[in-house]
Nanobody, 115 residues
Framework: HVQLGESGGGLVQPGGSLTLSCASS????????MAWYRQAPEKQRDLVAT???????SYLDSVKGRLTIFRDNANQMVFLQMNELKPDDTAVYYC?????????WGQGTQVTRPS
């Protein structure tokens, strides 16, 4: 049974950094890819960053150079390092994993960068 659990969200002041964590209940190499999405109030859920089973990464244009997705293979975890956070980065961040035609979600973690 696949379960994903995020942690690490919080309030970040200007110039601050944050690292989000996503723990998987199964071997992360069972997934075709893992990703981070975010959803701000009254907005759609957007794809922020993806890492494939082969390690290829991709990013939403607005976060390139500031956010980095990486993984800890031994501990079945994926992370999102967040630097130079902006008010527009404020959202609930969700971990996602894809396996064949199935998608799995965590419960989300709130990131707030005040104006």
């Amino acid at each position: 049974h696949v379960q994903l659990g995020e942690s690490g969200g919080g309030l970040v002041q200007p110039g601050g950094s944050l690292t989000l964590s996503c723990a998987s209940s199964v071997n992360i190499f069972d997934f075709d890819s893992m990703a981070w999405y975010r959803q701000a109030p009254e907005k759609q859920r957007d794809l922020v960053a993806t890492i494939t089973v082969g390690g290829t990464t991709s990013y939403l244009d607005s976060v390139k150079g500031r956010l980095t997705i990486f993984r800890d293979n031994a501990n079945q975890m994926v992370f999102l390092q967040m630097n130079e956070l902006k008010p527009d980065d404020t959202a609930v961040y969700y971990c996602n994993a894809k396996m064949f035609r199935n998608g799995y979600w965590g419960q989300g973690t709130q990131v707030t960068r005040p104006s």
